[in-house]
């Protein structure tokens, strides 16, 4: 897996052919790396001016993290080794930032395509609380 | 929460509209067909729950600070360097 760590190295790009829930109709995102907010990343869109989301290697919230992949999803994504991982964090006015482990969003560099994976029947919260992260009393 | 028994095969009405049969059920997981009209989207609730989520990211709007303070405790759970 490519570092998520240190320098930051290149932008990204990559193709999402079902965009994301709720953003199906923006098919583009970058993710770019930022040094003084490693390991967290951004995953801007390339199609909406201002929308980005806030993400998290999925391997740093849960290590343990069962990751299945719909039917049909593995094709999307294309073949390769090196899938990254990450939760889309949430930031509300107030209160503890948040994670969205019921949906990651898996990225495949090789192939520059991505998507939004829900698991559906898990047990995973779509809000799990971040203790310790910005704005956390 | 209104609650029903239904088995295999049998069907709950909802309104004039929607019916909801039961055509499988398998250890813990029941599959359901639903016949409803086209203008009513018919969505797993996890499904919803992401759109909603993604919604309330892309609206969040984290400082520089924020953003500092996230990635230091990630780096704390991680055991890495802050």
Redesign the interface.
């Known amino acids: 897996m490519p570092a998520m760590h240190g320098a930051a190295p290149a932008p990204l790009d990559f193709e999402f052919p079902l965009g994301l829930p709720a953003f199906e109709h923006l098919r583009r995102f970058r993710l770019v790396r930022q040094e003084e907010f490693s390991p967290l990343v951004l995953l801007e869109s390339g199609e909406r001016a201002g929308l980005r989301f806030v993400c998290a290697p999925l391997e740093l919230l849960d290590p343990q993290y069962q990751l299945e992949l719909q039917p049909g999803e593995a094709g999307l994504l294309g073949a390769g080794d090196g899938l990254l991982k990450l939760v889309v964090l949430t930031f509300p006015e107030e209160g503890c930032p948040t994670a969205n482990l019921l949906a990651p969003v898996v990225l495949n560099p090789a192939t520059g395509r991505g998507l939004q994976t829900v698991q559906a029947g898990s047990s995973y919260s779509p809000c799990q609380a971040l203790r310790g992260g910005g704005g956390c009393s | 929460m209104f609650v029903i028994r239904r088995k295999a095969g049998e069907s709950v009405r909802i309104g004039e509209t929607i019916h909801v049969t039961v055509l499988e059920v398998s250890g813990s997981?029941v599959k359901l067909g639903f016949t409803a009209p086209a203008e009513l989207a018919v969505v797993?609730h996890?499904?919803l729950?992401?759109?909603?989520?993604?919604?309330?990211?892309?609206r969040?709007?984290?400082?520089?600070?924020?953003?500092?303070?996230?990635?230091s405790?990630?780096?704390?759970?991680?055991g890495?360097p802050e």
Do not use: Y
């Not at chain 2, 969040?60 to 990635?71: E, H, Y």
């Not at chain 2, 405790?73 to 991680?78: C, T, V």
């Open positions: 997981r797993r996890e499904l729950q992401a759109r909603e989520q993604n919604v309330a990211a892309a969040s709007t984290p400082s520089g600070m924020d953003l500092q303070a996230c990635a405790a990630l780096l704390r759970r991680s890495g």
